[in-house]
Structure formats: structure tokens, C-alpha cells
């Protein structure tokens, strides 16, 4: 149980960060001519690549036809697609669904492409975050954008955001949390229970920055957005 003492101390990491700062955060729109819409997406050395193709005309058998259907497609960097990146398939599927208008272009497909170009930690959290800005950048109808963040528990107790992935070696549990919409967890081991709340408080706080880095995207459709 991590205390109220623990809570307000600092904790320095490994590459400097405190327990609540996030990597610098890059982002382009408009990226790829031949998908319509396209971004990229990059937390420190974890980058990420999203193509959104469509809308085509039908959906998969037993797709309910009075609803546009989301299909999501995870390329890793290297190698097979395996176990974890199926749920991370899941994960930002349902994301997607819940923030897009489905009933605007019924019986359509649309595909998104995610490619990891690297993955230095928080891969699913930026994955989404780049879906998001690609779905933008092609016009998809939506009900409003999602902002995604990844809060970790460490060994030590503490909790942290944006975690590197030597920090995701070293922890007992972790959750990615999205917001406006909805709260996605992983629990691998242990259990964030005790502290589950205060990481919802500390990610809503930091998605709030999240939040004002897209809407400042908006504003500058063709140009690379960054912040430190």
C-alpha cells in the first residue's frame, strides 16, 4: 500500500523524469499519400505509425449492417503478430468503436493500420493516441477523441506514468488508462486495487496535456506538432 508520505515525494527515474512526467511527446498528420488520413505518433523513443484505409463498402458476416465496422490491424516492428499484440488489437478496436459514429456510414468498413516503428515502452497508450490523430486527418466522423496513458506500479511502490521499457520490466502491475471514455486494465501481477483511484487521478491530471497537444494538431492539420 503505497502511503500519503510516498505519494508526495518525488522520485527521480533513470532518464531523469519525475514519478508524473511524461516523455516528450511528436506528432505529424498527413504522413501517407495512398491511406486517407495517416499519423505518426512518438513518447520518447517509442514511435508509431497509424494508416486509416476506407470506408469500403460492406462488413464482415454476422457485422450488424446498420453500423460502419472498425478493423484494426497491429504490425509489429519485427516478426509474427503473437498473443499480445491480438489484445492490443482488442484493446484499441473497442477504443475506436466507442468514439467513432458508427451509424453515420452504415454497412462500410474502415481499416487501421498500426505499425510500431519502435517501442521503448507505453506502445498500446501511443498506438491509440495515433489512431486517433489518423482518423482525424481522414475525416472519420467522431463522437470526440480519446487520450491514452499508461500508469505503471514498480517494485519499489511507487506509481508512474509513461513508462520506458526498462521501467516495464521492472513492474508488479500496470493499467493504460483512456479517457474521456472509458478505462482499459492489465493486470500481469499483482493488483492495482489499493492504488487505483490515485492512478485515475494522476492520468486524468496528465491527460489534460494529452488533450491540449491534439487540439493544437487541429489547428495545424499539415504541420509536426511537438512538446516537451
Known amino acids: 500500500m503505497i502511503t500519503e508520505r510516498e505519494r508526495a515525494m518525488e522520485v527521480d527515474r533513470e532518464d531523469g523524469r519525475t514519478q508524473n512526467q511524461l516523455r516528450p511527446l511528436a506528432c505529424s498528420r498527413n504522413i501517407l499519400h495512398r491511406a486517407h488520413g495517416s499519423a505518426s505518433w512518438s513518447q520518447g523513443d517509442t514511435e508509431v505509425f497509424a494508416a486509416v484505409y476506407g470506408r469500403k463498402a460492406g462488413t464482415r458476416k454476422n457485422e450488424n449492417p446498420e453500423k460502419a465496422w472498425i478493423e484494426v490491424i497491429w504490425k509489429p516492428k519485427t516478426g509474427q503478430i503473437g498473443k499480445l499484440e491480438k489484445e492490443y488489437e482488442m484493446i ?10 458508427l451509424t453515420v456510414n452504415p454497412n462500410s ?8 516503428v519502435n517501442d521503448d515502452g507505453a506502445v498500446l497508450p501511443s498506438a491509440i493516441n495515433a489512431a486517433c490523430v489518423a482518423l ?6 467522431m463522437k470526440h477523441l480519446a487520450v491514452a496513458i499508461c500508469c505503471c506500479a514498480p517494485k519499489s511502490g511507487y506509481v508512474i506514468l509513461d513508462p520506458t521499457k526498462l521501467e516495464e520490466q521492472k513492474i508488479k502491475a500496470f ?3 483512456v479517457f474521456p471514455n472509458s478505462v482499459h486494465s492489465v493486470l500481469p501481477e499483482g493488483s492495482l486495487m489499493d492504488d487505483y483511484f490515485y492512478c485515475l487521478e494522476r492520468g486524468c491530471a496528465e491527460s489534460v496535456k494529452l488533450s491540449d497537444f491534439l487540439r493544437s494538431l487541429k489547428q495545424h492539420p499539415t504541420d509536426s506538432s511537438k512538446a516537451g
Open 109 to 116: 468498413t474502415t481499416s487501421i493500420i498500426i505499425q510500431v
Open 92 to 101: 484499441l478496436k473497442g477504443t475506436l468503436q466507442s468514439i467513432c459514429i
Open 175 to 177: 493499467a493504460y488508462l
Open 136 to 141: 482525424v486527418d481522414a475525416g472519420i466522423p
